[in-house]
């Protein structure tokens, strides 16, 4: 798929901060498991919501930045992990989520970089747990550590086949960001952002996406701010329309 820049759905004003969404209460007792992964740190704490049986991906999202509230219960991360997971959306996966070192009751403390270590852990585990390809998706920070872990040469036992960055920040706190893992990174990669995204002005992301090593896309979310604000089914239904054309594709082309 190639790369280009797409504005997608329409969508108002974005008003609403980022909460948490409420999950362990609502999910069936069968469909939830909680777990521990052995990470470098220690403990992280997980969740996963369990797919169908005859899955044929296997699916991480990772959650916004720690420091400000940031956790697996994050809305942006439960409604992705909605898209990957639900059967109407088409996929039913299993669903990997965690807490980064020092979130929740994650060990260690927060760093800001060992964080990609995180990642790979989580990989891991998957990877042991289903023996089956995966998509590694982050929100925000999380999207940061997703694109480092695995587009490193660390992650190269991984079997990632899709990489999903949502709200990937370029600015904040007064220092950009700049994202070289990208430029010889060739697993299929999606940027997916609101066009009033404050920590990710779409200039910027756009040039991001330009660096980044083929196949790519990029699309935009009209009127969405970063936390997706009142926008979240318009990001689920471009998040699910890029993985269905992206993983029909390598079905087709290659086995599972």
């Known amino acids: 798929m190639s790369g280009m820049t797409a504005t997608i759905a329409s969508a108002q004003p974005a008003t609403n901060s980022d909460t948490p969404s409420p999950d362990i209460a609502n999910a069936p007792p069968s469909s939830l498991k909680t777990l521990d992964i052995h990470g470098p740190a ?38 992705a992990m909605k898209v990957l997971n639900e059967p109407g959306f088409g996929f039913g996966f299993p669903v990997l989520r965690f807490n980064f070192r020092g979130a929740g009751l994650s060990h260690g403390a927060h760093d800001g970089n060992a964080e990609t270590a995180d990642v790979l852990a989580a990989l891991d585990w998957l ?53 070289p893992c990208l430029t010889n990174c060739t697993i299929p990669k999606l940027f997916l952002s609101g066009d009033h995204d404050q920590f990710a002005p779409a200039a910027q992301l756009a040039q991001i996406a330009a660096s980044a090593s083929e196949p790519k896309r990029l699309l935009f979310i009209p009127g969405a701010d970063h936390f997706f604000s009142s926008q979240l089914d318009p990001m689920q239904q471009a998040l699910a329309g890029w993985l269905q054309d992206q993983l029909q594709d390598q ?3 290659q086995p599972l």
Do not use: Q
Request: hydrophobic share 40%.
């Open 42 to 79: 220690g403990r992280l704490e997980a969740l996963l919501n369990e797919g169908s049986p005859d899955a044929p991906f296997a699916a991480l999202v990772c959650h916004p930045h720690p420091l400000g509230g940031g956790t697996m219960h994050n809305k942006v991360v439960y409604h």
């Open 251 to 253: 079905t087709k082309e």
């Open 127 to 179: 990877e042991n747990a289903y023996k089956l390809p995966v998509v590694a998706a982050g929100f925000s920070f999380g999207a940061a550590m997703t694109l480092r872990a695995c587009c490193s040469r660390a992650s190269t036992s991984t079997n990632i086949r899709a990489l999903v960055a949502l709200g990937l920040p370029t600015h904040a706190n007064g220092k950009d960001y700049r994202y």
